[in-house]
C-alpha cells in the first residue's frame, strides 16, 4: 500500500536534455531585457542613464555588471537542471529539495500533510528565495546606481512576489506560481536586463 507518487529508489539513468535547461536561461533573460529596455527607453531618465553608463564603462566597469547576467544563467541553468531529475513526480512531493532512503529501501520524504506539511513548504520557499536571489542583491548595488529608481521598484516587486511565493507554497504545491513569476521572472530578471544594458551600452554594442 502507498503512493506510487513517491520517488522511486531503485537504480535509475534519466538524461536530461540540456536544450530544455537552456531555453529558460534565455527565454526569462529575453523578457528581463525587453522590460529593461522599456525602462531604460520610456521613463524619461535616458540621458541621465547615458551618462552614468558612459562614466562606468570608462572605468571598465560594464563588464561587473555583464558578469552579473553571467552569474544569473548560472543560477537558472542549474535550478532547472536538477528539476528534471523529478519531472515526473506530482503534487506535493516536488517541495522535497532531498530523497532519502533507508537501509530497508524504504523512501523517506518530508511531511506534506497538516500544519508540518505547511511549515515545510514555507521553508522551502525559503530556501527556494535564497537559492536563486544571489545576482539579485548584486544587482541591487550596482544596477541601482544607474537606475535607482527603477531598481527600488524591483525590490518592491521582488519583495511581494517572495511573500506570495511562500504563502501560496504553504496552501499547496502549484500556489506559489505567481509569486515565481512576480520575483524569479520579471523583478529578477528585469534586474539582469538593466546590467546587459549596461554592458551592451558601455561596450558600444547598442
Request: hydrophobic share 45%; net charge neutral.
Amino acid at each position: 500500500m502507498g503512493s506510487d507518487n513517491k520517488p522511486k529508489t531503485e537504480a535509475e539513468s534519466k538524461k536530461i536534455n540540456l536544450f530544455t535547461v537552456l531555453i529558460p536561461c534565455l527565454i526569462f533573460l529575453a523578457i528581463g531585457t525587453v522590460l529593461a529596455a522599456a525602462i531604460f527607453t520610456f521613463d524619461g531618465n535616458k540621458d541621465k542613464y547615458e551618462e552614468k553608463i558612459a562614466a562606468a564603462a570608462a572605468e571598465d566597469l560594464h563588464w561587473l555588471f555583464l558578469g552579473i547576467v553571467v552569474f544569473g544563467r548560472m543560477v537558472v541553468y542549474t535550478n532547472f537542471y536538477s528539476t528534471g531529475f523529478k519531472s515526473e513526480m506530482k503534487g506535493n512531493v516536488r517541495a522535497n529539495p532531498f530523497f532519502y532512503r533507508t537501509d530497508s529501501g524504504d523512501s523517506i520524504v518530508l511531511e506534506s500533510e497538516g500544519d508540518l506539511g505547511r511549515f515545510n513548504r514555507a521553508n522551502r520557499s525559503v530556501q527556494h528565495m535564497v537559492e536563486n536571489f544571489g545576482s539579485f542583491l548584486v544587482g541591487m548595488v550596482l544596477a541601482g546606481n544607474i537606475f535607482p529608481k527603477a531598481v527600488f521598484f524591483l525590490v518592491c516587486i521582488y519583495s511581494l512576489g517572495r511573500v506570495l511565493h511562500q504563502s501560496g507554497y504553504t496552501s499547496g504545491y502549484g500556489g506559489h506560481g505567481v509569486g515565481f513569476v512576480l520575483a524569479n521572472i520579471i523583478a529578477g530578471q528585469t534586474m539582469d536586463g538593466l546590467c546587459l544594458i549596461v554592458y551592451l551600452k558601455g561596450s558600444g554594442t547598442i
